[in-house]
């Protein structure tokens, strides 16, 4: 198969099951967002991978230059050498890798929809948070997708890139979608809040997607197959969660819109 056909094929199969989820998440919005700030947002995602990687890159090689295998992740003095006894007390090193990357990702991600969407006048709502950040993520998991699917494909093990599109259809996309959500969720329940309550909540949904996006992680990377699929039952629950989540924001928003109505009649 041709380069340009492989590329093709790669983000085709990358980006049309994200799009299919984003179509989804958006019937969640009872007051749609302009399109194209939803465009921006998806291609400010997926610019976020080929940007991250080399930061995911200079982790392991600056700071944990040894076998990814390895527990200790060491072969020799680093910069982070003086505090391996302290680290390893919490984790093995092999975890503070898998942080890292997972903080990375969820940092690039928060940043492209902080700096396209999240300081514009369209970002009224609570819900438009969770929207936004949802968008950037499948974006994110678009190009990465495809990533994935393409050395399969190159290769011509067409069958391998089906069960690897649909497995992250269902696993990776959904993951990138509750982490960045996670965030928005948290943004959304502080949207009529104070500053301080703001970053508060902003730092305590940054810990849940981390939590979240290591676990995921580390499940897939130490399980075996069987367990994988737990691991996956548990990503779809955390939809159901977050569909929850969807309708309590939606209250705020009501009960915000009551006492104003409220406070504007007396």
């Given at each position: 198969?041709?380069?340009?056909?492989?590329?093709?094929?790669?983000?085709?199969?990358?980006?049309?099951?994200?799009?299919?989820?984003?179509?989804?998440?958006l019937?969640?919005?009872?007051?749609?967002?302009?399109?194209?700030?939803?465009?921006?947002?998806?291609?400010?995602?997926m610019?976020?991978?080929?940007?991250?990687?080399?930061?995911?890159?200079?982790?392991?090689?600056?700071?944990?230059?040894?076998?990814?295998?390895?527990?200790?992740?060491?072969?020799?003095?680093?910069?982070?050498?003086?505090?391996?006894?302290?680290?390893?007390?919490?984790?093995?090193?092999?975890v503070?890798?898998?942080?890292?990357?997972?903080?990375?990702?969820?940092?690039?991600?928060?940043?492209?929809?902080?700096?396209?969407?999240?300081?514009?006048?369209?970002?009224?709502?609570?819900?438009?948070?969770i929207?936004?950040?949802?968008?950037?993520?499948?974006?994110?998991?678009?190009?990465?997708?495809?990533?994935?699917?393409?050395?399969?494909?190159?290769?011509?093990?067409?069958?391998?890139?089906?069960?690897?599109?649909n497995?992250?259809?269902?696993?990776?996309?959904?993951?990138?979608?509750?982490?960045?959500?996670?965030?928005?969720?948290?943004?959304?329940?502080?949207?009529?809040?104070?500053?301080?309550?703001?970053?508060?909540?902003?730092l305590?949904?940054?810990?849940?997607?981390?939590?979240?996006?290591?676990?995921?992680?580390l499940?897939?990377?130490?399980?075996?197959?069987?367990?994988?699929?737990?691991?996956?039952?548990?990503?779809?629950?955390?939809?159901?969660?977050?569909?929850?989540?969807?309708?309590?924001?939606?209250?705020?928003?009501?009960?915000?819109?009551?006492?104003s109505?409220?406070?504007?009649?007396?």
């Open positions: 198969m041709a380069i340009a056909n492989t590329i093709a094929y790669s983000l085709i199969g990358g980006i049309i099951p994200a799009l299919i989820w984003l179509w989804f998440w019937k969640e919005d009872h007051h749609p967002e302009p399109k194209r700030l939803i465009i921006y947002a998806f291609l400010a995602g610019l976020m991978v080929p940007l991250v990687i080399p930061f995911q890159q200079y982790v392991q090689a600056t700071i944990f230059p040894g076998d990814i295998s390895s527990p200790s992740l060491f072969h020799g003095p680093t910069v982070f050498t003086p505090f391996v006894p302290l680290l390893t007390r919490l984790f093995p090193m092999q503070w890798l898998i942080i890292l990357w997972a903080g990375l990702e969820e940092l690039f991600k928060f940043i492209a929809a902080y700096f396209v969407v999240l300081r514009r006048k369209d970002d009224n709502e609570p819900v438009d948070k929207i936004y950040l949802i968008t950037v993520a499948l974006g994110f998991s678009a190009l990465e997708n495809a990533l994935f699917i393409f050395n399969p494909l190159f290769d011509g093990n067409y069958s391998l890139s089906f069960i690897t599109s497995l992250r259809f269902v696993g990776a996309t959904l993951l990138h979608t509750i982490c960045s959500a996670s965030i928005g969720v948290a943004l959304g329940l502080a949207f009529y809040k104070s500053r301080l309550s703001k970053f508060l909540h902003l305590g949904g940054f810990a849940v997607a981390l939590a979240l996006h290591t676990s995921f992680n499940f897939i990377i130490n399980s075996k197959d069987e367990i994988n699929f737990a691991v996956f039952y548990f990503v779809w629950l955390s939809i159901i969660i977050l569909l929850l989540f969807f309708e309590k924001i939606k209250s705020v928003i009501n009960i915000n819109a009551a006492h109505e409220k406070a504007s009649s007396q």
